[in-house]
């Protein structure tokens, strides 16, 4: 099956850094999207881009669908980004595969 | 306020009890799904329903049923609970019939003894 791969698999940052999470899967995808689950568990969809890019306020995503990988960048960090970022691809059968996520964690 | 409510938030249950978990979108999307995470291996599909009466399997189906009667709702029946399936589970929904943007409710932790 589908392989969704994402690295780094932890992110240490000092407040105000900028960073890149990336996502590769290794077989044609309908969409992808990316998430942000904060430390009490909460998913909150960030992007939903199955190529292209999209911006939102600090944060931005790349999706390179030929490439097969997306890219979500943080810009100026703050200690409410902390937490793990998942991005998910819906296959070709319309089942939906998860990566393993990144943990960030973003000191004041 | 739009949401995904599901309950209950926590449930502590023994193996053969059959149990169900509620899910409910006030959002009129046609698109609901139910997933379990785990420590280390993510988040895995368990089935997903792009319209009323109109369900399919996702990964990890095994052990767990679902039904789509109503647009709303997509409870989650665990028939026959075994240990294995101790975890936290989420339901999600989208607006159209394929995985757009989903919403996710703020989950279930069920732990079977």
Redo the contacts between chains.
């Keep these: 099956?589908i392989q969704v791969e994402q690295s780094p698999p932890d992110l240490i940052l000092q407040e105000g850094a900028n960073s890149t999470l990336r996502c590769n899967f290794s077989d044609s995808v309908?969409?992808l999207?990316w998430?942000h689950q904060n430390p009490w568990?909460?998913?909150?969809?960030l992007f939903?881009i199955p190529s292209g890019t999209k911006q939102n306020g600090r944060l931005s995503a790349t999706t390179v669908a030929t490439e097969r990988y997306s890219l979500l960048y943080i810009s100026s960090s703050q200690t409410t980004d902390s937490g793990v970022y998942?991005c998910?691809v819906?296959r070709n059968d319309?089942?939906?595969?998860?990566?393993?996520?990144t943990t960030v964690t973003v000191r004041a | 306020e739009a949401q995904v409510t599901q309950n209950p938030r926590y449930l502590i249950t023994v193996t053969g009890k059959k149990l169900t978990v509620t899910c409910s979108q006030n959002m009129n999307h046609e698109y609901m799904s139910w997933y379990r995470q785990d420590p280390g291996l993510g988040l895995r599909q368990i089935y997903y329903s792009m319209n009323v009466e109109v369900t399919d399997k996702g990964d990890v189906p095994e052990g767990y049923k679902v039904s789509r009667k109503e647009k709303r709702n997509f409870p989650l029946i665990l028939e026959s609970p075994s240990p294995n399936q101790t975890s936290l589970y989420f339901c999600a929904s989208s607006r159209r019939s394929y995985a757009e943007k989903l919403f996710f409710g703020s989950g279930t932790q069920l732990s079977v003894l």
């Excluded at chain 1, 568990?41 to 969809?45: D, E």
Aim: proline share 0%; charged share 10%; aromatic share 22%.
């Design positions: 099956g309908n969409n999207q998430f568990g909460q998913l909150i969809n939903y998942f998910a819906e319309y089942k939906l595969s998860f990566g393993a996520g």
